[in-house]
C-alpha cells in the first residue's frame, strides 16, 4: 500500500491510500498498458490536479470533448495515479479534465450541440456576460439569456469547463500545455493537428504521428482555438477509431510523451515516453510527417450527408473522386490528396477532409 499526501485544487491536504505502482511492469505494451489506478471522476469533471515540488510548466490534458470518444479519458485515469507518484521529480502541474460529461456518459458525440464548436468570441463573451454585465451586442446578449432561461446541457458544460480553466490560468506556475485527446469514426485516424507556429509544431511534432496543419482554419469555434488565444501551446491528438481498444493506449502514450515535451517530467523519470514513442512511430511509419489542409466537406443536417463505405483516413483520393452521398445526390471531392476524417458517425457537420504531404515522408 503506499500512502501519500494529495494536494486538492482547493489546497486541503488528504493522506490517500493509492493504487499499486505500475512503474515495474514489464514490456512496452504492459508499462503503457492501462494501470490498475482508476481516479473516480469527480462532479466538477476532475481527473486529477497533480501538483509538482517546484514550479514550472502546467500540462493540461482533455479527453471527452466529444462524448463518444471515450479513449482520452480512461487513459487520463490510468496515468494520473503514476503522475501523482512521481510528484518529488515532477516540474510544475498536471492537469487532467473531461471535456463533456453528460455527452460522455450518453455515449453521444453531443447532447444538443458540439461543445467544440462552442468557443466563438462571441459565445465565450456571452459566457462572461453573463457572470458580469450586460453587453451591447445583440448576439451576446441573446445567447447569454439563452443560457440563462433555458440551458441545454452543453451551455453548463461550457461554463463547468471553463471554470476548470480559470483555475488553470490563477493556479499556473509557468508556461501551460494543452492535449486535446479524440477519436475518429473512421479506421486510421492517427494524427495530431496544431496552429502552424514554431512552437506549436514543436510541441505537437514530439509525438511521431502524421502532423496536420490549417485544421483549425476550417473549424470554428474549437476549444484549442480558443486556448491558443490565451497564449497557451496546444496539440490536437487523434488516437485511432472510436470503439478501437488501442486508441486509449495510444491516448495514454501521447500523454506520457507530452509530460516529457512540456518539461514536467525528464526523461529519466518518464521511461514510458520512450516506448510510447516507438509504439506510436511504428502504428503509421508509412504516413507523411507534415500535412496542409486543402478542403473541408461542410453539411447540415437537411443535406442528410452520408459517406460512402470503405474510406480511411489518410486514403489517397483523386480530384472529382466520389466520397458520399446527399440530398442532392453524389458528393466528390474537388481536389485530391488524402482524406481525413471521413464521417461514419450521425452526429457531425464535417463530410470529410482532403489533405496534402507538405513534406517528404520520413524515412
Ligand atoms: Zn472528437
Known amino acids: 500500500m503506499n ?63 466529444h462524448g463518444n470518444e471515450p479513449a482520452g479519458v480512461r487513459a487520463l485515469e490510468s496515468i494520473v495515479y503514476r503522475v501523482r507518484a512521481r510528484r518529488d521529480v515532477l516540474t510544475g502541474d498536471f492537469v487532467a ?13 453531443f447532447m444538443a ?18 457572470q458580469r454585465t450586460e453587453s451591447a451586442d445583440a448576439a ?20 463547468r469547463v471553463m471554470e476548470l480553466l480559470e483555475r488553470v490560468a490563477a493556479r499556473r506556475r509557468g508556461p501551460v500545455y494543452v492535449l486535446d485527446l479524440h477519436t475518429t469514426s473512421g479506421k486510421g485516424g492517427t494524427f495530431t493537428s496544431t496552429e502552424d507556429h514554431p512552437r506549436h509544431r514543436r510541441f505537437a511534432m514530439e509525438v511521431p504521428f502524421p502532423l496536420v496543419l490549417g485544421l483549425n482554419e476550417h473549424l470554428e469555434g474549437t476549444l484549442l482555438g480558443y486556448l491558443d488565444t490565451l497564449g497557451y501551446t496546444t496539440m490536437l491528438c487523434e488516437c485511432g477509431q472510436h470503439r478501437e481498444p488501442r486508441a486509449a493506449l495510444r491516448a495514454a502514450a501521447a500523454i506520457w510523451i507530452a509530460l516529457r515535451a512540456a518539461g514536467l517530467l525528464g526523461d529519466e523519470d518518464v521511461p514510458e515516453a520512450r516506448r ?22 461542410p453539411f447540415d443536417e437537411r443535406d442528410r450527408y452520408v459517406t460512402r463505405p470503405g474510406f480511411r483516413n489518410f486514403d489517397r483520393v483523386s480530384a472529382g473522386e466520389v466520397i458520399g452521398d446527399d440530398r442532392h445526390g453524389e458528393v466528390a471531392a474537388p481536389k485530391g490528396g488524402m482524406l481525413l476524417m471521413p464521417l461514419y458517425q450521425r452526429l457531425g457537420e464535417d463530410g470529410f477532409f482532403v489533405v496534402r504531404e507538405v513534406e517528404g515522408v520520413r524515412g
Not at 479534465?97 to 458525440?109: E, S
Not at 467544440?116 to 456576460?129: G, I, M
Open 3 to 65: 500512502l501519500e499526501i494529495e494536494v486538492a485544487p482547493g489546497g486541503s491536504r488528504a493522506v490517500k491510500e493509492v493504487g499499486r505502482s505500475s512503474l515495474s511492469a514489464g514490456g512496452a505494451s504492459a508499462a503503457l498498458a492501462m494501470g490498475p489506478g482508476h481516479a473516480p471522476l469527480q462532479s466538477d469533471g476532475l481527473i486529477g490536479w497533480v501538483e509538482g515540488r517546484s514550479e514550472g510548466p502546467l500540462l493540461l490534458c482533455i479527453g471527452g470533448v
Open 97 to 109: 479534465i473531461v471535456g463533456n460529461m453528460p455527452a460522455l456518459t450518453a455515449g453521444r458525440r
Open 140 to 159: 451576446v446578449h441573446s445567447i447569454a439569456r439563452r443560457r440563462a432561461q433555458a440551458p441545454v446541457p452543453e451551455d453548463l458544460e461550457v461554463v
Open 113 to 130: 450541440y458540439d461543445l467544440n464548436r462552442a468557443w466563438t468570441p462571441v459565445q465565450v463573451e456571452a459566457l462572461q456576460s453573463v
Open 276 to 297: 510510447a514513442f516507438e509504439m506510436l512511430r511504428n502504428t503509421c511509419a508509412d504516413l507523411p510527417r507534415v500535412l496542409e489542409t486543402v478542403y473541408r466537406h
